[in-house]
C-alpha cells in the first residue's frame, strides 16, 4: 500500500526565517511527487511536480527538490502569506489516485 | 483555460437526510474525476473516482455513492446522511497520464450533518 508521510504537522517561524517540510514516501513505481498549498476552508491548490530524483522546481520563495525516499519543500524568507498547510502527495505506476500526506501547517509570524 | 466548479459551498442538513453534491470542470475533456473527504487531522481521503461517463470506483465502503451523467459533470450523492458524513468534500480533475499528471481541486463543500 502506497503511503506519504510529511513532518512536521505544524512549524511556527519568524518572517524571515527560512526552513524545510519533509515528505517521505513508499510509492510503488512513483511517476510523480505533488506539492500542494491549501489556505483554511479552501481546496489545495497546485505548485510542483517532480518526477525523479534529483529534480528540483522553484516558485518565488519557495523550492522542491526529491530523492528517492523523500521529499523536501525549502523556504527561503518566508512572510506571513506564506502561512498555509502544504500537503504533499504521490501518484505510482498504473494508479488513478493520489496518495496524499496528513500535510504540514506552517505559520509565519510577522 | 480549465476551471472546476464545486458547489454549494456550505451546506447543513439533518441526521437521515439526503444529499447531492455537483462538480463541473470546464476547459478538457474526458478527465479522470475525483472526491476526495477531508477531516481535521486525518488527511484527503479518496471516496471515488471515475475514468470516464458512467465507470465510477469506489475506494473506501461507506454510505455515499457517486454518478458520473457527462463527461465532465461529477455527482456525489447519499440517501440518507450520517452524522458521521459531516466534513469537508473536494471534487478534483486530472488529465490521464499514467500518474505523471496533477490533479485539479474545486474549492470544496464544508458538509455538516446535524
Known amino acids: 500500500e502506497d503511503q506519504v508521510t510529511q513532518s512536521p504537522e505544524a512549524l511556527r517561524l519568524q518572517e524571515g526565517e527560512s526552513s524545510s517540510l519533509n515528505c517521505s514516501y513508499t510509492v510503488s513505481g512513483l511517476r510523480g511527487l505533488f506539492w500542494y498549498r491549501q489556505d483554511p476552508g479552501k481546496g489545495p491548490e497546485f505548485l510542483f511536480t517532480l518526477y525523479s530524483a534529483g529534480e528540483e522546481k522553484e516558485k518565488e520563495r519557495l523550492k522542491a527538490t526529491l530523492t528517492k525516499k523523500e521529499s523536501f519543500l525549502h523556504i527561503t524568507a518566508p512572510k506571513p502569506e506564506d502561512s498555509a498547510t502544504y500537503l504533499c502527495a504521490g501518484s505510482g505506476a498504473g494508479s488513478y489516485q493520489l496518495t496524499f500526506g496528513k500535510g504540514t501547517k506552517l505559520s509565519v509570524i510577522p | 483555460s480549465q476551471t472546476i466548479h464545486q458547489w454549494p459551498a456550505t451546506l447543513v442538513q439533518p441526521v437521515g437526510s439526503p444529499l447531492s453534491l455537483e462538480c463541473t470542470v470546464e476547459?478538457?475533456?474526458?478527465?479522470?474525476l475525483y472526491w476526495y473527504r477531508q477531516a481535521a487531522g486525518r488527511g484527503l481521503q479518496l471516496l471515488f473516482y471515475s475514468v470516464g461517463i458512467g465507470q465510477i470506483s469506489s475506494e473506501v465502503p461507506q454510505n455515499l455513492s457517486a454518478s458520473r451523467p457527462q463527461d465532465r459533470q461529477f455527482i456525489l450523492s447519499s440517501k440518507k446522511l450520517l452524522l458521521s458524513d459531516s466534513g469537508f468534500y473536494l471534487c478534483?480533475?486530472?488529465?490521464?497520464?499514467?500518474?505523471?499528471?496533477?490533479?485539479?481541486f474545486g474549492q470544496g463543500t464544508r458538509l455538516t450533518v446535524v
Open positions: 478534483a480533475w486530472r488529465t490521464p497520464g499514467q500518474g505523471r499528471t496533477e490533479a485539479f
Open positions: 476547459g478538457t475533456s474526458n478527465p479522470n
